[in-house]
């Protein structure tokens, strides 16, 4: 049986699928790789309505999920493990960014959309390009292409670290330590975490934040390099309140059950995050993106991932 094209399906009928999709997504039945797998087909095939602004509606519903799970992080052990992990953080940043400096230059590829490949493999995939974008004046071809290639390495990254981490019997504290340095955007680094447990996810969580308060030296650095306005900066507010999501939480636990279904309520609406991530990923989408800035995303991608996979297991104790 042929399924009806966009064209052939009538709008109401489009919204209706999409929603009831959606729906789905926040029911336990719905894991994270499979939202996004869910968003894509009904991407492919034209049925993700065109009136509504899910870019938009998706950043607002992960900002929102991201602080919801600050209620379900304990503040010592949040404090531990970004103090453990200090010097790995700013390290895989460092690294990452210098690495994106020569692999362009090796490509001779665009330094500016070059950079913001780096400072989106190197902090947190689109929030830190998002931010860097305005300070060094990129044009929004190269941000879009930044952009393009961030969410197709993250798509690959949800399916294939959970794997690995259970193929290298990692830990759940060690998997969620590498997903945080190592997966590009947080939505997709709390579905892989997530995926693989709860200590996990809240490690994770934990450090992928810390690492993207990163974001505003970089960027500011970033504009100076670059000529650009460090007044330009679009820095995500999101991670302030995550913060006081887990002081709140420390100051008054008497509301521990409260705090418990916000976490739960927030790791379902994250699922849903990744649906709509997904309803955004087309084959042509992925196509125009072109082969080298591929290239250099998997290049910087493949050495942050190894190298401290390599740290992490035999190192980071």
Not at 4 to 16: C, E, I, T
Not at 105 to 115: S, V
């Amino acid at each position: 049986m042929n399924l009806p094209s966009a064209s052939q399906l009538p709008n109401h009928y489009r919204k209706v699928i999409f929603i009831g999709t959606g729906l789905v997504c926040l029911t336990p039945f719905i894991s994270s790789p499979m939202a996004l797998v869910l968003g894509f087909t009904l991407a492919s095939l034209g049925w993700v309505p065109t009136q509504w602004n899910i870019v938009a509606l998706t950043k607002k519903l992960l900002s929102y999920s991201i602080i919801g799970l600050g209620f379900g992080i304990n503040l010592d052990a949040a404090i531990a493990a970004s103090t453990h992990n200090f010097g790995l953080i700013v390290g895989s940043i460092l690294f990452t960014l210098i690495l994106g400096v020569l692999l362009s230059r090796a490509l001779k590829f665009d330094p500016i959309t070059g950079h913001l490949i780096a400072s989106g493999t190197a902090i947190c995939g689109g929030s830190a390009i998002a931010a860097v974008a305005p300070a060094i004046n990129a044009r929004n071809d190269q941000a879009a292409t930044a952009l393009a290639c961030v969410f197709v390495l993250n798509s690959i990254a949800l399916f294939l670290f959970p794997v690995l981490g259970h193929l290298f019997n990692m830990s759940q504290y060690d998997f969620g330590v590498w997903s945080a340095i190592a997966i590009h955007d947080t939505s997709s680094v709390v579905g892989a975490a997530s995926a693989y447990g709860d200590e996990a996810l809240t490690t994770a969580t934990t450090i992928k934040l810390a690492r993207a308060l990163w974001i505003i030296p970089i960027a500011l650095v970033s504009a100076m390099l670059f000529g650009g306005d460090k007044r330009k900066l679009n820095l995500p507010y999101f991670i302030g309140f995550y913060c006081l999501a887990i002081g709140i939480a420390h100051a008054l636990p008497q509301f521990h059950s409260l705090y418990e279904g916000l976490f739960t309520a927030s790791k379902h609406t994250l699922v849903l995050c990744l649906f709509l991530i997904g309803s955004g990923i087309t084959v042509q989408k992925m196509r125009a993106s072109g082969a080298k800035p591929l290239i250099l995303g998997l290049m910087l991608w493949a050495a942050i991932g190894v190298t401290s996979l390599v740290y992490i297991l035999y190192f980071n104790q």
